[in-house]
């Protein structure tokens, strides 16, 4: 059984567009927060950074880390490129963090993750096992019985149903469950005092519109108002919405599982929000959002998939920002223009939106949960 644990964190850092590299950017300053954290444990022996940026690259190499500098000519398998690092470096008890995730979780949390999966061999104990940002798990040569997903979400549940390794899930809450990935992860974030020296140093010279989500929040503390959510909402959350927050709610819960599952690629998305939004038209749906709710929480994702259409990640971050006029999708630019029209205040954005995100205003209402594990 090792006695240390070796920390892969992958941090893509470069963009093809402003608005992407505004997230990038972002991630690879958190990414340093979480550096910082868990180079203190002594439960974390090698550490190998996994980034396609030169900037970030030289800048870790500077702070003495060990770094994996992807080709930018290369095309990019997520899981090929961690199975290769892990027989590369020899690992026999790999942390993997994706760069905008775990930004939340202290020094102490990743040490009691880490001896958990250090103590008990053929175990994988994640932030979610159906849709992972970071896992750690034993022997890291599991990772040879799975075929090796493109992306890190299908990480722990391959471990477990195609590995055999025992699952074990970190309780939900900000901590475990945010990661950046979208603009609208920034202005959550952003709210939130225990963020990094790194990341809010960051955030402070990002010019970011909190107007809605300030009127978003008032309809959360307001008992007499109903908030809507919509997307991949899972049964935690909900829960946690009924008990953390003051306002009634309208919940949608529609296609959880569906990139793991196949389903998008398939094309077999299907909304009963995305059905009538295809009858109405944006502007009538969102006409019809503000009959029902005094503020709506969109996973726009599940309506694109629905459409089964493919925009740019340029037009969903534009999209998320509500900066219709930089949209080139005809769909995505008019859904996001009746959003910023709409007479209530709507938040848009991927999974985090209605995950991580989410926790984050919660605990912006009340005091932080804190971390436990969960069998």
């Not at 550096?35 to 800048?59: C, D, H, M």
């Not at 990772?143 to 471990?159: F, G, S, W």
């Amino acid at each position: 059984m090792s006695s240390t644990a070796t920390l892969f964190l992958f941090v893509k850092g470069t963009a093809e567009s402003p608005v992407e590299q505004l997230v990038a950017e972002a991630q690879c300053a958190a990414a340093r927060d979480t550096l910082e954290k868990i180079q203190t444990l002594p439960e974390i022996g090698n550490i190998i950074v996994a980034t396609r940026s030169t900037a970030f690259a030289a800048t870790l190499r500077a702070l003495g880390i060990t770094v994996e500098q992807d080709s930018p000519d290369e095309e990019f398998h997520w899981g090929k490129c961690l199975t290769h690092l892990i027989r590369k470096h020899r690992a026999t008890t790999p942390l993997y963090i994706g760069g905008g995730s775990g930004i939340l979780m202290r020094a102490e949390d990743w040490r009691v993750m880490l001896q958990q999966v250090l103590a008990e061999p053929y175990t994988v104990v994640a932030n979610n096992v159906y849709s992972c940002d970071f896992a750690a798990w034993s022997p890291g040569e599991a990772l040879e019985k799975i075929e090796p997903p493109t992306v890190d979400n299908d990480l722990a549940y391959r471990l477990i149903e195609h590995a055999g390794l025992r699952g074990v899930a970190l309780a939900r809450n900000a901590a475990t469950q945010l990661d950046i990935d979208t603009p609208t992860d920034l202005l959550t974030t952003a709210l939130h005092p225990a963020i990094g020296k790194h990341l809010r140093a960051f955030l402070d010279t990002v010019p970011l519109d909190t107007t809605r989500l300030a009127r978003l929040l008032d309809a959360l503390r307001n008992r007499a108002a109903t908030a809507l959510i919509a997307g991949r909402v899972s049964a935690a959350l909900a829960l946690a919405l009924e008990r953390q927050t003051y306002c009634q709610w309208r919940i949608f819960s529609e296609e959880r599982g569906m990139r793991a599952s196949g389903r998008i690629e398939r094309g077999e998305v299907r909304s009963l929000l995305g059905y009538y939004l295809d009858t109405v038209g944006a502007p009538a749906f969102f006409t019809t959002l503000a009959h029902l709710a005094d503020a709506a929480i969109l996973d726009t994702r599940v309506l694109f998939a629905h459409r089964r259409t493919s925009p740019s990640a340029a037009d969903r971050f534009h999209s998320d920002l509500l900066q219709a006029e930089k949209i080139t999708d005809p769909f995505v630019r008019e859904l996001t223009a009746a959003a910023r029209s709409a007479a209530i205040p709507v938040l848009l954005g991927g999974h985090s939106v209605v995950a991580g995100g989410m926790y984050v205003l919660m605990e912006h209402l009340n005091k932080p949960t804190p971390i436990a594990i969960t069998q």
